[in-house]
C-alpha cells in the first residue's frame, strides 16, 4: 500500500480531491450528490464492462472493434429470451453466452484463418445490428424487473454507498474490475496473458500456448460484454430498442485506451466521464449554467483523440494486438 | 568414460530441393562446451532448432541423456533438459527479469503469483553464475550484454543439462564478449554442457574444448580446440570451393564523393550508436566499414541514407550537404543503397519483380509519363535487368516473394546499379545468399567501383571487407578506430581492433 | 536487434490489410458469398410464410422497375459508392477508415449550409459551390485521421471513431442552435434553393454518374499513377516505402483527405440530389455500408460501383418487400451481414482453392530457411 502511494502519487492526490470535493458537495446537498453519483455509476457501468474487454482480449493481443456488437446482440438475446421463456436468469445466461460465443468467433476466425481483426470487429458489428433488427419484434415485456440487492453496511455508506446496491450486473462490477486488475497482474495466468500480447514467440519457447489462449481470453472476455449488453437492456431500463448500443461498445474503447489498458484507470476513466455528463446535465435543469449536452457528450472522443495524440509515448497499447501468431516466425 | 547428454546420427534435414542438414552425426557429453562453427547458411541453426524441438530431421535420431523419443516441441525439450538462448532474445521487453524468467513454469502460492520467489530464484541462480542482474529491473531498460546474462539465467532456471548458445556474441561488445566466454566456462566446469554456434574463431578458440565445423549442410570436420589453430579452423570452414577472392585491378581513385564528418546517431531505444563517426570515400575506390555488429554500423548506414536523422555531425555527398535529406533527397543526389534487411526495406514481396526493379526510381522521368507510370518502360528495365544479373525467374511479372534469396538480392543489387550512383552505399550485400550469388554481387561491386561509383560496404564478415576493399576503416563503439589501406592489411589485427583493441596506429 | 521485437512486427500490420481482403482473388467469392446469403435470406423469409421467390421478385421489382425506383436506387448507388470508395482507398494505403459515416455528415452539412446560405448565386456555380464544399467538409474531416496518423501514429481506426462520434455531436449541436431551420419540430436545416437541386442528365442522376466518373477516376489512380504505386507500397510494405523515398506521413495524409472528400461529396450529392435539406438520422447507416460496398468489391474502385448498386437495390427495394408480403425490411440487413461475413472469412475462398487448386503455393523462399 505505501509503495503503491510512493509510486502513484498523483493519482492519490488526484483521488483524495474528488473525494473531499464529493463530500463536501455531498454535505451541502446530500440527495443531489448521491442521485447525480448513482446517475453516473448507471452510466458507466456498460463502459467499463466493455472496456474490460477491450483490455483482457488487446492484453492477450486480440484487437476487439466488435463489443460494439458484442453488447447489442447480448442485450437482445436478454431480453428476449427472458421475455419469451418467462424467466430471467435464463435470459441472463443466454445474454451472456452470446457475448462469449462472439469473442470465441472473432479469436478463433483471427488466429485460424489470420483474418484482419479489424475487419472482423467492424463485420461483427454490422452482423449484429442486422441479425437483431430482423429478429426485433415490438411489444413484448420482461416476466419481472430484475431484483435489486444491497450489501448490508457498505450500501448504507454515505455517497459511495451506491456502487453498493443495484441490480446483480451492476453490484458485480466493482468486483469484476478488481478480479480483473488481480488476475492480470497477481496470477499466472495474467502473466502469461500479458506475455502473449507483448511478445507471443517469447511465450511460445516458454511452452505457452499462445493461440489457445488468445481464444480462451477472448471468450472470457466476451462475458463481460455480454453482461455490459444485458445491463442495458434489462438492468438499466426493461426493453430492447433496435441499435440500442449506440455507441457504447466504442466508448467503451475510447475508455480502455484512455485508461491506458489498465482495469482500474478504466474504472476512474468511465467513471469520470459518467460525471461530466451528470454534472453538466444538473447544471443544465438548476439553470446554472447551460453547457449544450452535446459538449459533455463528445468530452470522451475528443480526450482520447488528445491522449493518443500528446502522450503517445506514455499511453502504450500491448506491442503484439492485432499481430496474428505463427508458431516459428521470428524465432 | 564421460556421460553422454547429447548424440546425435545421421541427421538430415530436407527444405524443398535443398539439404540443409545432411548426415550429421555429432555428440556432447556433460560439462563439454562444442562449438558449431560455419559460414552464414551452413546449417547450424537449422541444426540445433532440431534440438530444440523447433523442426524434426527427415532422417537420423537425437538422443538425450540416452532417450531417443523424438523431442516434440520447446517444452517437451526443455522438459527433458535442454535450454536454448536464441539469436533474437525471447524476453518480453516490458517485463521484468523476474517475471520474464519465471515465464512458463511459474512459482504460485494460492492463485497469486510468487514473486518473492522468483526473485529469490534469480538471485540464486545470478550469484551461483556470477551473472549479476537485478531482477526487478524493466528488460526493455537493460543494455543487450544484460538481457543476453538474463536468458541464461532464464534458461539455467529450468534445470538444464545442455544449453544451446545461438550465436551468442554477434551483439556484444569485446566486453561482454569476454564475460560471456567466462561465464560459459564457468557452467562447463559445474556440469552443464554447452552447445554454441558462431562463426568467431577467436571464441571457439577461447572456450571450446571441440569444434565441428559445419560446411553447407554438412559436418565437414571434427577436432578438439586444444589440437588447432584459427588457419586450420579458418581452412575447414571455407573449403576449397569458396575463395572469396575478387580479382580487381587497382582502384582509379577521382574526387571526394562521401564525406562524413563527426556523426553522431541515436539507435532506437534513443542512445548514442553512432559515435563521431567520420570517413570519406573517393570516386572510383571500395572503403569497407569492419565491425562487430552493433557497434553502430546500422545507424550509421540509415543516416547516411536518410532513413535516420543524425544528432549531430554532417554528411555530404559530391559536396552536397544531405545530413538532414531523406530517403528521396539522397537518392535523387546520387546516393544507391543496398539495404541491410532486404526483406523489410529493400523489397515488397507481394509486388512483381519489374516493380521492384523500380522500386525508389518510380518517379524518375525514365518511369514516368506525366502523373502516370510508364508500364512500357519498367518492363524494359525489367526485361534487361533480369538478364543482366541473371535473376532466375520466368518472368518479370512474377512477385518477388516467388525467387530465393539470393535472387532477391540480385533484385535489389540491380536496381541500385541501375541508377547508375555516384554513392554505393552496401550493407550486408551477401547476407544469406548462395555461394554463387555471393561472387556475383562481388564481382557487380568491383564493377561499379571500377565504372567510377564510390562504394562504402559495411559487412559483419571480414573476408568480405578484405578481399573487396581498397580502404578499411575500423569501426567499433560508433567510431573509426583506426584506417588502413587494405593491401596487406592483417586479419588478426583488425579483428584486435574491432574488438576494441589499443592498436591505435 | 538492441530492441528484441517480435520480427512479425515487421511484415503484417498494413501489408496483411489489402491481402486480407483480395485473399482468394477472383470475383467469385463475393458472387459465392451473395448466392449464400440470399438462399439462408429465402430460408428465413420462408419460415415467416411467404414465397422467397415472389419476395425477391418484389423486392427487385420495387428497387429497378416501381414508378420512382430505378431512381432511388440510382441515387443511393452514388451516395453509397462514393462511401465505398472513402473504404476502398486508404485500404490501399494499409489503412482501414472507418470514419465515412462522420465524413458524410460534415460533407453534408456544409453541402446544405452552402446551398441555403448563398441562395443568390445562380445554378451551376452554386452546386459546385455546395458540393465542393461538401468535399472540404469531408476531407478536413479525414484528414484529422490522417494527420493524426502521420504526425502522432495515432490509429486510423480509433481516430475514426471517436471522429464520427465528434461529428455527430457538433452537427446535432449546430442543429439545435445556428443551423436550425426556424419553425421545424426535428432538428434540422433550411431547405435548399430551388437553383441548388441537382437532377437528372438524360435517365440517369447527376450524382450517379458523378459517382462512376470517380470510381473510374480512383482505379486509374491507383493503378496506374505514381501517386497510386505510393499508395501501394506503403500498404505493402511500410518499411521498404519509407526505403524507397515514400513520404510516408504525406500518403496517410492524402489518402485520407482523398477518402474524406469522397465521403464529404456523398453527402453533398445526397443534400443536393435527394433530400435537399440536412437531417441528421439522413447518414443512416451510410458510413458502416461504405464499408459493406468496399469489402464486397474487394478494395477496386471499379467493383465499387456494382457493389453499391446491389446494396442500394436492396436498401431502395426493402419497403417494398413490406408493402406487398408483410416482410420485415430488415431481412436485408440480414442477408447483407451474412454476405459480408462470408466475403470477410476466408472459408469460402479456402473450397473454392482447394476444389481448383488453381493457386499453387508459392515455393519457400529455400535460403531464407537455412540461415
Known amino acids: 500500500m505505501t509503495q503503491w502511494l510512493a509510486k502513484n502519487k498523483s493519482a492519490a492526490i488526484i483521488a483524495l480531491v474528488v473525494l473531499v470535493v464529493a463530500y463536501g458537495f455531498w454535505a451541502m446537498s446530500p440527495d443531489k450528490a448521491t442521485s447525480m453519483l448513482r446517475f453516473a455509476w448507471t452510466l458507466s457501468i456498460p463502459l467499463v464492462l466493455g472496456a474490460l474487454t477491450g483490455v483482457i482480449g488487446e492484453r492477450s493481443g486480440i484487437v476487439n472493434i466488435g463489443i460494439e456488437g458484442q453488447m447489442l446482440a447480448a442485450a437482445f438475446t436478454g431480453f428476449f429470451v427472458a421475455a419469451n421463456t418467462g424467466n430471467l436468469w435464463l435470459g441472463v445466461l443466454s445474454g451472456l453466452l452470446v457475448g462469449a460465443v462472439m469473442g470465441a468467433f472473432l479469436a478463433w476466425i483471427a488466429v485460424v484463418f489470420q483474418v484482419d481483426q479489424i475487419i472482423l470487429g467492424v463485420v461483427m458489428n454490422i452482423v449484429a445490428t442486422g441479425v437483431t433488427s430482423f429478429y426485433y419484434v415490438q411489444g413484448k415485456v420482461l416476466p419481472s424487473a430484475m431484483p435489486t440487492f444491497s450489501i448490508p453496511l457498505l450500501s448504507d455508506l454515505p455517497l459511495v454507498g451506491v456502487f453498493f446496491q443495484g441490480g446483480p450486473i451492476a453490484l458485480l462490477t466493482l468486483f469484476t474490475v478488481l478480479g480483473t486488475w488481480y488476475a492480470l497482474f497477481r496470477t499466472r495466468w495474467g502473466l502469461r496473458t500479458r506475455a502473449i500480447g507483448e511478445y507471443p514467440t517469447a511465450a511460445d519457447t516458454a511452452g505457452i500456448g499462445v493461440n489457445k489462449m488468445r481464444i480462451i481470453n477472448t471468450t472470457i472476455a466476451g462475458l463481460l460484454a455480454g453482461a455490459a449488453g444485458v445491463f442495458m437492456s434489462m438492468e438499466q431500463t426493461s426493453s430492447f430498442a433496435r441499435d440500442m448500443s449506440a455507441g457504447k461498445g466504442f466508448l467503451a474503447l ?48 475528443v480526450l482520447t483523440l488528445l491522449v493518443l495524440a500528446l502522450a503517445a509515448g506514455r499511453v502504450r497499447a500491448p506491442a503484439s494486438e492485432g499481430i496474428p501468431f505463427v508458431k516459428g516466425e521470428g524465432s | 568414460m564421460s556421460e553422454r547428454i547429447l548424440d546425435i546420427v545421421g541427421l538430415t534435414k530436407v527444405y524443398g530441393s535443398v539439404r540443409a542438414n545432411e548426415d550429421i552425426t555429432m555428440h556432447v557429453d556433460r560439462g563439454e562446451i562444442v562449438a558449431l562453427l560455419g559460414e552464414n547458411g551452413a546449417g547450424k541453426s537449422t541444426l540445433v532448432k532440431q534440438i530444440f524441438g523447433l523442426g524434426r ?155 565441428y565445423v559445419l560446411r553447407r549442410g554438412k559436418t565437414v570436420g571434427e577436432v578438439r580446440a586444444a589440437d588447432t589453430d584459427a588457419a586450420g579452423l579458418a581452412q575447414m570452414m571455407v573449403g576449397r570451393s569458396v575463395v572469396l577472392q575478387v580479382d580487381k585491378a587497382d582502384p582509379q581513385v577521382g574526387d571526394e564523393v562521401l564525406k562524413v564528418d563527426d556523426l553522431h546517431v541515436l539507435d532506437d531505444r534513443k542512445l548514442p550508436a553512432v559515435n563521431g563517426f567520420t570517413v570519406a570515400v573517393r570516386a572510383g575506390e571500395i572503403v569497407g566499414v569492419a565491425g562487430v555488429e552493433g557497434n553502430g554500423q546500422r545507424e550509421l548506414v540509415e543516416a547516411i541514407a536518410g532513413m535516420r536523422r543524425p544528432v549531430s555531425g554532417t554528411v555530404s555527398l559530391s559536396g552536397k550537404d544531405i545530413t538532414t535529406a531523406d530517403p528521396h533527397a539522397t537518392h535523387a543526389a546520387g546516393l544507391g543503397h543496398i539495404p541491410e534487411d532486404r526483406e523489410k526495406h529493400g523489397l515488397v514481396s507481394g509486388y512483381s519483380i519489374a516493380d521492384n526493379l523500380v522500386l525508389n526510381r518510380f518517379d524518375e522521368p525514365e518511369f514516368t509519363s506525366g502523373v502516370m507510370r510508364d508500364f512500357g518502360a519498367i518492363k524494359e528495365n525489367a526485361a534487361n535487368w533480369i538478364q543482366v544479373f541473371d535473376i532466375r525467374t520466368p518472368s518479370g511479372e512474377l512477385p518477388a516473394s516467388s525467387l530465393s534469396g539470393g535472387n ?98 | 536487434m538492441s530492441n528484441p521485437k517480435p520480427a512479425t512486427t515487421a511484415a503484417p500490420g498494413n501489408g496483411a490489410l489489402l491481402a486480407t481482403i483480395i485473399r482468394g482473388q477472383s470475383v467469385i467469392v463475393p458472387i459465392l458469398a451473395l448466392i449464400v446469403a440470399f438462399a439462408i435470406g429465402a430460408i428465413l423469409i420462408a419460415g415467416q410464410g411467404v414465397n422467397p421467390i415472389s419476395a425477391y421478385a418484389s423486392l427487385f421489382h420495387y428497387a429497378w422497375f416501381s414508378s420512382d425506383g430505378l431512381q432511388v436506387t440510382l441515387l443511393r448507388t452514388a451516395g453509397l459508392a462514393l462511401t465505398g470508395l472513402a473504404v476502398a482507398i486508404p485500404l490501399k494505403i494499409g489503412m482501414f477508415n472507418i470514419g465515412a459515416q462522420g465524413q458524410f455528415l ?77 419553425g421545424q419540430a426535428i432538428p434540422q436545416t433550411p431547405k435548399i434553393v430551388d437553383q441548388a437541386q441537382i437532377g437528372n442528365l438524360g435517365p440517369f442522376p447527376v450524382g450517379f454518374l458523378i459517382a462512376i466518373v470517380l470510381a473510374a477516376f480512383s482505379w486509374w489512380l491507383l493503378r496506374r499513377t505514381v501517386l497510386g504505386f505510393q499508395f501501394g507500397t506503403v500498404g505493402a510494405n ?23 472528400g469522397m465521403a464529404g461529396l456523398s453527402g453533398g450529392v445526397q443534400t443536393l440530389g435527394e433530400t435537399h435539406y440536412f437531417e441528421q438520422s439522413f447518414a443512416g447507416s451510410l458510413g458502416f455500408d461504405g464499408v459493406t460496398v468496399a469489402l464486397l468489391a474487394r478494395g477496386n474502385p471499379i467493383g465499387v460501383v456494382p457493389a453499391a448498386f446491389l446494396l442500394a437495390s436492396l436498401r ?22 451474412i454476405t459480408l461475413l462470408l466475403v470477410s472469412i476466408p472459408i469460402l475462398a479456402k473450397l473454392l482453392v482447394r476444389k481448383g487448386a488453381t493457386a499453387a503455393p508459392t515455393p519457400a523462399p529455400i535460403e531464407e530457411e537455412l540461415r
Open chain 1, 254 to 301: 475510447a475508455i480502455m485506451i484512455f485508461g491506458a489498458w489498465f482495469p482500474g484507470r478504466a474504472l476512474a476513466a468511465a467513471l469520470f466521464f459518467g460525471l461530466a455528463s451528470a454534472v453538466a446535465s444538473q447544471l443544465q435543469a438548476d439553470k446554472v449554467v447551460d453547457i449544450p449536452q452535446q459538449f459533455v457528450n463528445l468530452l470522451p472522443y
Open chain 2, 57 to 211: 530431421p527427415d532422417a537420423g535420431t537425437i538422443t538425450i541423456n540416452g532417450d531417443p523419443a523424438k523431442i516434440k516441441d520447446p517444452t517437451d525439450a526443455s522438459a527433458r533438459g535442454i535450454g536454448m538462448v536464441h539469436q533474437h532474445f525471447q524476453l518480453v521487453p516490458v517485463m521484468t527479469v523476474a517475471e520474464n524468467v519465471i515465464l512458463g513454469h511459474e512459482p504460485t502460492k494460492g492463485l497469486s503469483l510468487n514473486l518473492s520467489a522468483a526473485r529469490a530464484l534469480v538471485t540464486e541462480i545470478s550469484e551461483r553464475h556470477g551473472l549479476a542482474v537485478d531482477p526487478d529491473a524493466t528488460i526493455e531498460d537493460l543494455p543487450v550484454g544484460t538481457q543476453q546474462r538474463v536468458e541464461i539465467i532464464k534458461a539455467l532456471s529450468r534445470q538444464v543439462d545442455l544449453l544451446i548458445l545461438d550465436e551468442p556474441t554477434a551483439v556484444l561488445t569485446p566486453q561482454e564478449t569476454d564475460e560471456l566466454l567466462a561465464v560459459m566456462k564457468e557452467l562447463a566446469a559445474a556440469g552443464t554442457s554447452i552447445v554454441f554456434i558462431t562463426h568467431k574463431l577467436r571464441e571457439v578458440l577461447a572456450v571450446a574444448d571441440r569444434v
Open chain 2, 408 to 505: 532477391k538480392q540480385k533484385v535489389v543489387v540491380a536496381r541500385e546499379m541501375s541508377a547508375k550512383p555516384k554513392l554505393l552505399l552496401a550493407a550486408q550485400p551477401t547476407r544469406g545468399v548462395d555461394v554463387g550469388s555471393i561472387e556475383f554481387i562481388h564481382r557487380r561491386i568491383v564493377e561499379a567501383r571500377d565504372a567510377g561509383a564510390a562504394v562504402l560496404l559495411v559487412s559483419a564478415e571480414l573476408d568480405e571487407i578484405l578481399s573487396l576493399s581498397d580502404r578499411i576503416a575500423v569501426v567499433h563503439a560508433g567510431k573509426v578506430v583506426a584506417e588502413m589501406p587494405a593491401a596487406g592489411a592483417d586479419r588478426t589485427k583488425i579483428g584486435e581492433l574491432m574488438a576494441g583493441g589499443h592498436h591505435e596506429g
Open chain 3, 106 to 182: 460534415v460533407g453534408a452539412i456544409t453541402a446544405a449550409f452552402v446551398g441555403y446560405q448563398f441562395g443568390n448565386l445562380p445554378g451551376i456555380p452554386l452546386i459546385l459551390v455546395a458540393l465542393v464544399g461538401g468535399i472540404i467538409g469531408g476531407a478536413v474531416w479525414g484528414w484529422i485521421s490522417g494527420i493524426l496518423k502521420a504526425k502522432r501514429n495515432v490509429h486510423e481506426v480509433i481516430s475514426t471513431i471517436m471522429l464520427n462520434y465528434v461529428a455527430a455531436q457538433l452537427i446535432d449541436w449546430l442543429l439545435n442552435s445556428y443551423l436550425k431551420a426556424p
Open chain 3, 238 to 260: 511500410p518499411e521498404a516505402a519509407r526505403y524507397a523515398g515514400v513520404k510516408l506521413p504525406r500518403m496517410y495524409a492524402a489518402g485520407m483527405t482523398l477518402a474524406g
Open chain 3, 316 to 337: 431502395a427495394g426493402a419497403p417494398g418487400l413490406q408493402f406487398d408480403l408483410g416482410v420485415q425490411p430488415e431481412i436485408v440487413d440480414l442477408v447483407l451481414a
